[in-house]
């Protein structure tokens, strides 16, 4: 069993910036896909990023590249997620999630980021 435990979240105004952290539970985080979700109220969850086990493989929804950033330390158990240039519509839960090649089976409580226009 793997806990995740994201932190980070919080209130912002449009075009600022916030660090999202998920800390696991257990050393196997590093043989795993990390990802980054978020679900808007009345919205289904949709995917947000991820990261392969190494770092050297990233993916991200076309609607926050080249603002949103994945980092992972594997050293440390957590995986990192960057957000700048932050808009009303980003407003959502994020959930980080875990798993054997993208097979996400672990998923955090969730961290509520808003942003105010």
């Known amino acids: 069993q793997v806990q995740l435990v994201e932190s980070g979240g919080g209130l912002v105004q449009a075009g600022g910036s916030l660090r999202l952290s998920c800390a696991a539970s257990r050393r196997t985080f590093s043989s795993y896909t990390m990802g980054w979700f978020r679900q808007a109220p009345g919205k289904e969850r949709e995917f947000v990023t991820a990261?392969?086990?190494?770092?050297?493989?990233?993916y991200y929804a076309d609607s926050v590249k080249g603002r949103f950033t994945i980092s992972r330390d594997n050293a440390k158990n957590t995986v990192y997620l960057q957000m700048n240039s932050l808009k009303p519509e980003d407003t959502a839960v994020y959930y980080c999630?875990?798993?054997?090649?993208?097979?996400?089976?672990?998923w955090g409580q969730g961290t509520q980021v808003t942003v105010s226009s």
């Open positions: 999630a875990a798993g054997p090649a993208g097979n996400y089976a672990y």
């Open positions: 990261i392969s086990w190494s770092g050297g493989t990233t």
